[in-house]
Each structure stands twice: as C-alpha cells, then as structure tokens.
T-cell receptor
C-alpha cells in the first residue's frame, strides 16, 4: 500500500541551489497537488495538476515550477532556492473532482535553505 | 468565499477526557467535509468524512456530524488517549469547475494528551 511517495524526505540546500522534489502515486489518480506547510500558516497550495501534461498555479506559486509528464508523477522544482522556501512540502492526490473524494497525502519533504 | 475556521490550539487534555474540536465553514453549494489528522513527522491522514447534511462520519472512536443549519462539523471523541496527540485539520471540498482549488483546509488544531 504505497499510496503517495515523496522523495527525498529531508534535504538541506544553500541559497541559489536548485533541486527537484518527486511525488509518485500508485492509485491512478488524475489530480495531484503540491502544498507547503509553515508554522502558523496551515497548508498553502503551490501548484496542482488535473491530469497528465497539465499544471496550474495555486495560492503561492512564485519561485516554483512543476511538471506532470507522467500521470503517476508530479515534480516540484526550485530553480534558485531562497531561505523563505524553507518549509515542509507535501504532495497529495485525488481520484477525481467529485466532492466526496478526499486527498491522499505523502509523508512530506523537509527542506532547509541556508 | 470559501473558508474553514477551527478553534485555536493547542488543546491539552488528560487521558480519558472528552474531546471537542470546533470547526465551522463558509461555502457556496453543498461541500463535503473532512477531518484529517497529522501525527508528528508524518503527512495528513484522512480521519473521517461526511458528504451531506446530517451525515455522521466516524473512525477510531472519533465522530463528527455535518450540521448544515449551523455550518459546523465539530470533531468529538469520548475518551482520548496519549496516542491521539496530533494536529487535526478540518477541510471542505466543493464540487465545482474550479476543481484544482476546491479543497479548503482549516489552520489545524494541535492536541496534546497527557498521561
């Protein structure tokens, strides 16, 4: 029962470095999401995808890019990391847009930018 | 707009105490309502859900009833355990064309249960 898998689980970067966070789901879900979670801020939507080959901006997209080349994978990229991007990043997926369908979350990637 | 409001935490209880975490929402149409739980160092896990008015969701001793007249979905448990210590998120999902952003999460309520 893998569900949603995020890699890596932890990473420390220096300001200006780039990296890619990988999210993989094995539930054949159409919809995938990237959130960031910061103390006192709850969950904030960065980008999302409603199907293979599609992406769209969420609430806080600046400084991030995403790609959904395969249905099961959703990549989040930081081109030039900044300390303000220190956060815990969560990927989620949902089967369809029906209102009864919940989101399924990965365990998160803890990212520190020095 | 659509929003979810939760009681501010942290909530600290003794083991076997009764738990209530309040959640109220504002939404157009008829959303589904969810409670998620996040244990330390982990992602959010679905705890329970309700999809229409007067529905009761339940799981692991937790319950919540969809109250349309008061736009509420309060989480309750009769006797909490130390292992229930976590952050609890109330959320709604609308069925709409804006399906990418139709999930709305509350800010979370941290629960600490002391032995």
């Amino acid at each position: 029962n893998a569900g949603v898998t995020q890699t890596p689980k932890f990473r420390v970067l220096k300001t200006g470095q780039s990296m890619t966070l990988l999210c993989a789901q094995d539930m054949n879900h159409e919809y995938m999401y990237w959130y960031r979670q910061d103390p006192g801020m709850g969950l904030r939507l960065i980008h999302y995808s409603v199907g293979e080959g599609t992406t769209a901006k969420g609430e806080v997209p600046d400084g991030y890019n995403v790609s959904r080349l395969k249905k099961q994978n959703f990549l989040l990229g930081l081109e030039s990391a900044a300390p303000s991007q220190t956060s815990v990043y969560f990927c989620a997926s949902a089967g369809d847009r029906g209102r009864s369908q919940p989101q399924h979350f990965g365990d998160g990637t803890r990212l520190s930018i020095l | 707009g659509n929003s979810v409001t939760q009681m501010e935490g942290p909530v600290t209880l003794s083991e076997e105490a009764f738990l209530t975490i309040n959640c109220t929402y504002t939404a157009t149409g008829y959303p589904s309502l969810f409670w998620y739980v996040q244990y330390p160092g982990e992602g959010l896990q679905l705890l329970l859900k309700a999809t229409k008015a007067d529905d009761k969701g339940s799981n692991k001793g937790f319950e919540a009833t969809y109250r349309k007249e008061t736009t509420s979905f309060h989480l309750e448990k009769g006797s909490v355990q130390v292992s229930d210590s976590a952050v609890y998120f109330c959320a709604l999902k609308r069925g709409s064309d804006n399906y990418g952003q139709n999930f709305v999460f509350g800010p979370g309520t941290r629960l600490s249960v002391l032995p």
